[in-house]
Structure formats: structure tokens, C-alpha cells
């Protein structure tokens, strides 16, 4: 059973970042490819980024390229996302999952475990 903790959340104005980390653990996380999701109220879970096992190729949506970008420590089984020109529309629980699979995905049914979110607020 693989176990994500995210943190890094909080309340930060429009133009602001922030970063955000997930550690994983009680799996080989090296072999997990890696993906933020995101959900704000009354709407489904959004694919923000993703990583393949050694961090070499990242995957980003439109809405979020250029302004996020999405790490790996595969010796402390740690992800990131640096989250910089934040907006408003980007407040949402952000989640980080583990694919059990080399093949990078971006819907969230391929994740296999997931972590229990963190909020991010942004102020206008």
C-alpha cells in the first residue's frame, strides 16, 4: 500500500507561488509515475502535471504551462510542484497520485493512489 502526504498549501495573492510537496511512502516510488490534480468546488478533478518515473519528461495542461512545473526526488520519494503567476481560477484542493505503470497519463481513473490534498487559496 503506497501512502501520499502532500503540504505546501495555503493562502497566497494573485502573482504570488507557491510550492508544494508530496511524499510518498510503503512502495518503490522510482517506479510510480507522478501527477498533480487539482479540484475546486462543484467541479471535477483536473490534470495539472505529471512525471514519469525518473523526472525526465513532464506533462502539463494548457491552463497551467509555463507557470507550473513538476519535480521528482526519487532518493527522498518526493514530488513537487513549483506553482509561480498563481491566478485566482488556480484555488483548488491539489492532490498529488501515484501510477502504478511507465505510461504517463492524465486522467485521473489511471492513478492508482492518491494523497488526501491540500487547499490552495488565491487572492485576487
Known amino acids: 500500500q503506497v501512502q501520499l502526504v502532500e503540504s505546501g498549501g495555503g493562502l497566497v495573492q494573485a502573482g504570488g507561488s507557491l510550492r508544494l510537496s508530496c511524499v510518498a511512502s510503503g512502495g518503490t516510488f522510482s517506479s510510480y509515475v507522478m501527477g498533480w490534480f487539482r479540484q475546486a468546488p462543484g467541479k471535477e478533478r483536473e490534470f495539472v502535471a505529471a512525471?514519469?518515473?525518473?523526472?525526465?519528461?513532464?506533462y502539463y495542461p494548457d491552463s497551467v504551462k509555463g507557470r507550473f512545473t513538476i519535480s521528482r526526488d526519487n532518493a527522498k520519494n518526493t514530488v513537487y510542484l513549483q506553482m509561480n503567476s498563481l491566478k485566482p481560477e488556480d484555488a483548488a484542493v491539489y492532490y498529488c497520485?501515484?501510477?502504478?505503470?511507465?505510461?504517463?497519463?492524465?486522467?485521473?481513473?489511471?492513478?492508482?493512489?492518491w494523497g488526501q490534498g491540500t487547499q490552495i487559496t488565491v487572492s485576487s
Open positions: 512525471t514519469s518515473w525518473s523526472g525526465e519528461r513532464t
Open positions: 497520485a501515484a501510477r502504478l505503470s511507465w505510461l504517463v497519463v492524465s486522467t485521473p481513473s489511471g492513478y492508482d493512489y
